[in-house]
């Protein structure tokens, strides 16, 4: 009963990242490869990831270089031999994550940034200009990127903010659950 129960929390897991994979337009084959790399207690060739999904090891191997290549699973060779072995953690992929999201904020900063300074030189044009049908367009384009580029560098500001405040509190728990 235990382990049916188990079976169940694991596949609902496997699920929603496939289902999140999906939602971006992407194959979820990648997402169930990830799952089964990151939950195995020890690293996996890609023989044995081939013979539990049913797909050749010409297929895997695409996956597995893509998510290498995203940095969410680690390569390296089995001692004595050219055996790959793949494993994932957690928080390296976490770590990743965090720092594209701060990158994209750092972005999304700078071309606010832009923006601003765009309206601002806008306001020395001369009047002719900012009356002329291509100054006001101008001036409204500018002005609604410009409210995008601050509504979307709030969400992400806050995103970012509250994303490192609950990773510190489960890393807390994975401690806890390591040792």
């Given at each position: 009963?235990?382990?049916?129960?188990?079976?169940?929390?694991?596949?609902?897991?496997?699920?929603?990242?496939?289902?999140?994979?999906?939602?971006?337009?992407?194959?979820?084959?990648?997402?169930?490869?990830?799952?089964?790399?990151?939950?195995?207690?020890?690293?996996?060739?890609?023989?044995?990831?081939?013979?539990?999904?049913?797909?050749?090891?010409?297929?895997?191997?695409?996956?597995?270089?893509?998510?290498?290549?995203?940095?969410?699973?680690?390569?390296?060779?089995?001692?004595?031999?050219?055996?790959?072995?793949y494993g994932g953690e957690t928080?390296?992929?976490?770590?990743?994550?965090?720092?594209?999201?701060?990158?994209?904020?750092?972005?999304?900063?700078?071309?606010?940034?832009?923006?601003?300074?765009?309206l601002s030189a806008w306001q020395?044009l001369p009047k002719d200009i900012?009356?002329?049908?291509?100054?006001?367009?101008?001036?409204?384009?500018?002005?609604?990127?410009?409210?995008?580029?601050?509504?979307?560098?709030?969400?992400?500001?806050?995103?970012?903010?509250?994303?490192?405040?609950?990773?510190?509190?489960?890393?807390?728990?994975?401690?806890?659950?390591?040792?």
């Amino acid at each position: 009963m235990a382990d049916e129960k188990f079976t169940r929390i694991r596949t609902s897991f496997i699920q929603t990242l496939e289902e999140m994979v999906k939602f971006r337009g992407n194959d979820p084959m990648i997402a169930r490869i990830y799952a089964m790399i990151v939950l195995s207690p020890e690293p996996l060739t890609q023989e044995q990831i081939a013979n539990t999904t049913g797909y050749s090891r010409s297929q895997i191997s695409r996956y597995l270089a893509n998510l290498e290549q995203r940095q969410m699973i680690t390569k390296d060779s089995m001692p004595g031999s050219r055996t790959q072995l793949y494993g994932g953690e957690t928080i390296p992929f976490l770590d990743g994550f965090r720092s594209g999201m701060e990158v994209a904020e750092r972005f999304i900063n700078s071309r606010l940034d832009v923006m601003n300074h765009i309206l601002s030189a806008w306001q020395t044009l001369p009047k002719d200009i900012k009356d002329s049908a291509e100054g006001k367009k101008l001036k409204e384009v500018v002005t609604v990127f410009s409210a995008w580029f601050g509504s979307y560098l709030d969400l992400l500001s806050e995103f970012n903010q509250r994303f490192n405040e609950r990773l510190k509190e489960k890393e807390k728990d994975l401690l806890l659950i390591k040792f």
